[in-house]
């Protein structure tokens, strides 16, 4: 069975840091592109930030491009994002998603893990 | 950016009925199209993908269709389990977006 446990969330000052690990089983990690997707409260779906298998090539929204990073570690199964210069707007439930398929340019995603929620506040 | 347009925003239906959503992007992107069900307090869950396929496991009331600039997700006889938001997204450039969503809702 395919399991995306997300993990890394919490309360965290206006340009603070934080890291989310999303930790990846029950298929071949290395072989699929990942993504991170946020939902503000009561808001809708907002893409973030896409690695493609095995690390190579990285894709961000405008609205973090230049403060958050996306990274894998194929050895331990587990995708971050590194997000830095936070702000209030980054707000958010985290999700990580796994494409449906290892097919290049498979841009859909089942399963979502469960959500990790940053909240950014003084 | 390709800015995906959902209507309407929200649909108030009963069981039984007929529930049409759809989805327009800002350009074309050919097939490149999924719809979402999410439901309070959980992750979204894929129903269709590439405009018209059905995701294993989700029942066949539920329909896509569409290419190009226009999308459409049908679901054919709205049951108790279906109340829940909708999304569409464009899976055929970076940013991949999504639509705003609708949400289905008691009559």
């Known amino acids: 069975e395919v399991q995306l446990v997300e993990s890394g969330g919490g309360l965290v000052q206006p340009g603070g840091s934080l890291r989310l690990s999303c930790a990846a089983s029950g298929f071949t990690f290395k072989s699929y592109a990942m993504s991170w997707v946020r939902q503000a409260p009561g808001k809708g779906l907002e893409w973030v930030s896409a690695?493609?298998?095995?690390?190579?090539?990285?894709h961000y929204a405008d609205s973090v491009k230049g403060r958050f990073t996306i990274s894998s570690d194929s050895s331990t199964n587990t995708l971050f994002l590194q997000m830095n210069s936070l702000r209030a707007e980054d707000t958010a439930v985290y999700y990580c998603?796994?494409?449906?398929?290892?097919?290049?340019?498979?841009?859909?995603?089942?399963?979502w893990g469960q959500g990790t929620l940053v909240t950014v506040s003084s | 950016d390709i800015q995906m347009t959902q209507s309407p925003s929200s649909v108030s239906a009963s069981e039984g009925d007929r529930v049409t959503i759809t989805c327009r992007a800002s350009q074309g992107i050919s097939n490149s199209l999924a719809w979402y069900q999410q439901k309070p307090g959980e992750a979204p869950k894929l129903l269709i993908y590439a405009a018209s396929s059905l995701q294993s496991g989700v029942p066949s009331r539920f329909s896509g269709t569409g290419s190009g600039t226009d999308f459409t997700l049908t679901i054919s006889s709205l049951q108790p389990e279906d109340f829940a938001t909708y999304y569409c997204?464009?899976?055929?450039?970076?940013?991949?977006?999504f639509g705003g969503g609708t949400k289905v809702q008691v009559k």
């Open positions: 690695i493609g298998a095995g690390g190579a090539g990285t």
């Open positions: 997204q464009q899976a055929n450039s970076f940013p991949l977006t």
């Open positions: 998603a796994k494409p449906l398929a290892a097919v290049a340019g498979t841009r859909w995603f089942d399963p």
